[in-house]
Structure formats: structure tokens, C-alpha cells
């Protein structure tokens, strides 16, 4: 468990919100802090406790606890799920310990003895109030290290930048660039805390990371060795970033905008993309889909993609199940279109003719279909058990041509038919996954591959999360199950094809070991496995050119 104890360090020494309040231990630590009138903790408690909180728990119940696709978390209760001073320290450590059937892992064994405890007393105390973070905080942030004038105008090397990759060190904050060519690495540059995902500029030039804190880092590939030209926090805490990808008759905006979206503040934030100085800052918070009255005051950004044919970003906001059509023409003062659909929105990816964005309604289990170009909503489509596709996987077979979106809570894919004629925006084909339970996480193919690989990552059987499963695109019969080799150890997550489409790289982290294994797509037999003490929990992978266009 070594790297991965590790990254729990990394919480405490990490550089996100809740940490900058006191990252060590005070000497005089005994003399405890009355936190409210049930329970006391220290502040060294506190911000720990808040520091777990942030990494582990916030993503499904929300950064201020009052609930998202898990319960609220409040001392005093809610009305809909019982107050956490209730349940007691007994209460909250049965859930903590076990999970739960609707989709919560079991954090013991993940989480130490220590932690659990602290975060039964935690769970009991009012959380921690978070302070504002308008444009003038975020302009504050901004740092250009390599002004626009001084990055070269052509690459400095003779390398294929198009089949570099991208590759998140999660418990290291840094990101990798490695030539997918050559298999060497090129640069592990310090970037936010935990970093979520990459994304890559419509040129193909430019990575952008974004932090779970919120901080984005911009990465010029041009140079010998890619460099970090520019810096920013966008929020708190954050999943999500994008370019601008549409050309416009003059390349008027190609390149020219990022968009970031934050869970806490909730909001987006517009960027200049070659300085990443910020432009304006729009707030989420508003009614839900489903003409709930109340007001939807945490309504968190989640999957944010850039259309290829219009000037627009798809930002799906998830508590309100609100999907946003975001023109970026005024970028200072940018109109949305917002269109109500399902709750709560997750992750998504486009069909094959970007046209349509499909969108998992993980607490509705169902997917959302949006015509972008003519800004409304498409379809509802009924999936099941937690639908989590990352982008999904465009497929084309007997059943038509299909996007496909795999599941947290049952072992099965559902693939839906996008191009016209019976049975278009339903579920044509379900795959029942190997062995029992879901926990897949995320799918991928590529157009030249016969392939579509799966990961269960999220599944507690060992045998089942530090595999992958491959099928077959024509038939959609599992073809193997592919056990990670013996030189790795730990959970199978996140796979990525190079350029070409013939090499899937699948990361493996949360063991003792972790690292890259390359497969060959053809043969499905390992080519490489990439190790050494800078991979630390590789999770997510970005191929420079499949990134660019989409190519899932
Ligand atoms: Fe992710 C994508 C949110 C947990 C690895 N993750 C996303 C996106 C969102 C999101 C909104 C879509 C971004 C986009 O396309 O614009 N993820 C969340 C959570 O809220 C959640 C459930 C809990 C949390 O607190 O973060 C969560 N995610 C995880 C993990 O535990 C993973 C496996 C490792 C990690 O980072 O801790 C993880 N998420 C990823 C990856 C992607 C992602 C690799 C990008 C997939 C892609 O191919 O685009």
C-alpha cells in the first residue's frame, strides 16, 4: 500500500483549499477546539478530517455536505436523510466501513483506522465555510511564465507530437508527457493537486490540466522538453476544462478560449487560452430540470466538452440536471442557452457524427441526448444501475451505429443507437459484463480497432478491478479478460489508444505498484509496461491527437 498511503500525505500536504487553513500538526495540539456543542475536535482534526473529506467524500455528497448523488452529510439532518448526530459515531462507521448497495464503496482498507475514526466525529460538526472566490481571487491566482511572445512558433524537436500522451500522476500532482512513439518520458511537470483530467488544445499543441483544486496548468509541447507556460485557479475544487475547437470563417476562435468548471464555487470561468488571463466568472446555482422549486444553491459543474462545428461549450451542471449551451462569441459576457433534462448530470462524450452530446443522469439512470447544433434536447434514454461512460466508445456494427456507456452499479454496457431509423436513442444491445457487481468506470475504442475495452476499477472483487475486458466491436461478445501483469499491482483504470489505434495503454494504481501497461490492440499481449519511481497512481492518459478530435 506504500504509493497509495502516500497519496493520503499528499491530502495533508496537498495544496487545495481545505488544507491552506494548517497543513501540520500544532505542538500544543492537546488542547482541543470546540467545534460545536456534540463534539470537539482540534483544528489539526478539523482540517484533516476536512482534507479526507475533500478528496474522498465530496465528489458524490457535495463540497458544503448537503448532499449530491450520495445524502447529505449535515449534523442536523436535512429532512431527507437523517442527521449524522443521530446515526452517531456507530452509524457513520457501518456506512463508512461497508458502503453501501446504492453505489458507496467500502472505505475500510482504503481509508486507515485513524482516518475512519476521525471521520465519524467529523461527519457529526458543522463543515467548514468556504470563503468567496470571485474573478478578482482568480485574477490574483494568474501567472504567465512564458509570455506568448517568447514560446517558439514551431516544435523545437523533430518528435511526433500528435501520438505524445498525457498521463495524470494523481498522488504526485504532476503530469507526464511521454512520446508514445519512442515510449520515453519527456517531462513529469508539478501541475494542481490530484489532477482530474487533461485536455488538449484545438491546434494540438497545448495540454491543459485541471487540479482537483481547481488549478489550471498549461503545458507548451513546442519546446525540447515540454514546459509549463501558464497558471491559474479557477475554484476550490474542480473535474473539468476545455478549449475552444471551432474554427469560425476566419479561425476566429480556434484556440482562442478555455472554459474550467467548478464544483466549489459552482461556476465557470472563461480564460484567454494562449494566457489563461480570466475573462468572467458565471455562477451555476438556479432551479433544477424537474421544476423542483428549490433553489440549487451547490449546482456543480461536471463534464464540460467543446462543439467542433459552433461556438459553444456543452456544460452540464449536476445537481440541477441543467445542461448549458454556452456561446463563447462574447466571452466576457457569455450567453447560455439552458436546457432541463435528468439529474444528476456526470460525464459524457459525442456520438460519431458530433452532432448529438450524451450525457450519464447517474442519480436518474438515464442518458441525456442534446442536438448541439440546434440547441435542445434530443432524447432521454433509460439505461442502468449509475451510468459512467467517461466519454463513452462510438461503435459501428449490425445493430447500427452505437455509443456505448458502461455502469457503476450493475456489470453490463447499454449500447444506444444514434444514427436514424428504428430503435434510435434506445438502448439496441445490452453486454452483460464477466463476474458479478459493476464498478466500471470508464470504456474506449478507436475507429480502426475491432475492439472495445472495459475496466471495472470500482469493484471490490481484486480479481475483477485489477483487470480489463475486451470485447468484440462486431459481436459484442466478451473476447478476454485481461489480468494485469504480475510487475504491476493494485486497480485497472482508464485505457487510452495511441494515434494509430493499434496500442491501449490501461494505468494501474491504488496498489503497491504502480504503472503503464501498453497492450498491443491486435494481439491484446503486453508491449511495454512503464514503471519508475515518478509514476506515482497513474490514472487518466491523453493522446494528444485523439484528444484534439475526439476520438473515442
Ligand atoms: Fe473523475 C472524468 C468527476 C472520481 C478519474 N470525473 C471526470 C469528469 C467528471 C468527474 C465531472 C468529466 C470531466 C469532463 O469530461 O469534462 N470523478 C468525478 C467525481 O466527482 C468523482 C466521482 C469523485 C471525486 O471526488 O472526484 C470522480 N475520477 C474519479 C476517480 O476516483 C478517478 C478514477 C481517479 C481520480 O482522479 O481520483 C477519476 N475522472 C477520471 C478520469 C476522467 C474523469 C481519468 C477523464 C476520463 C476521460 O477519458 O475523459
Redo the contacts with the bound molecule.
Sequence with gaps: MKKFKFFFLAILLGAAFFSCKSDKKPAADDAKTKASDALSLTKYEMDRGSQIYF??C???HGSTRKGATGPSLLPEGDGKFAATKDLGAAGLRVFIENGTPAGMPEWKGILSEDEIELMTRFLQVDPPVTPPFELSHITDTWKVIVPVADRPTKPMHKRNIDNYFGV?M?DAGKVAIIDGDTKEKLAVLKTGF?V??LRSSASGRYYYSIG?DGRITMIDTYPKVPQIVAEVRASFDA????VSKYKGPKGDFYDKYLIA?G?NPSHFVIFDAQTLEPLSVTKTSGKACDGDKEFVEEARV????ASHTDPIWVVNVKETGMVWLVDYTDPRNPQSTKIPSARFL??GGWDASERYFLVAANASNKVVVVDVPNKKLEAIVDVGIKPHP??GANIKNKWGQLWVTGHLGEGKLACIKTDKGKGQWTVVKEVKLPGNGGGN??VKTHPKSKHLWVDR?LNPDAALNSAVTVIDVNTLEVIKQLTMPAEVNGRA??MEYNKAGDEVWVSVFMGDESGLVIYDDKTLKVKQIIQGDWVENA??KFNMYNTTHDI?
Design positions: 478528496d474522498r465530496a465528489g458524490c495524470i494523481r490530484a482530474h483530467i482537483r473535474r473539468s476544462v476545455e468548471g464544483y461536471a463534464s464540460i466538452v456526470h460525464d467517461g466519454r468506470l470508464f476499477t483504470v482508464h490514472t487518466g473515442y
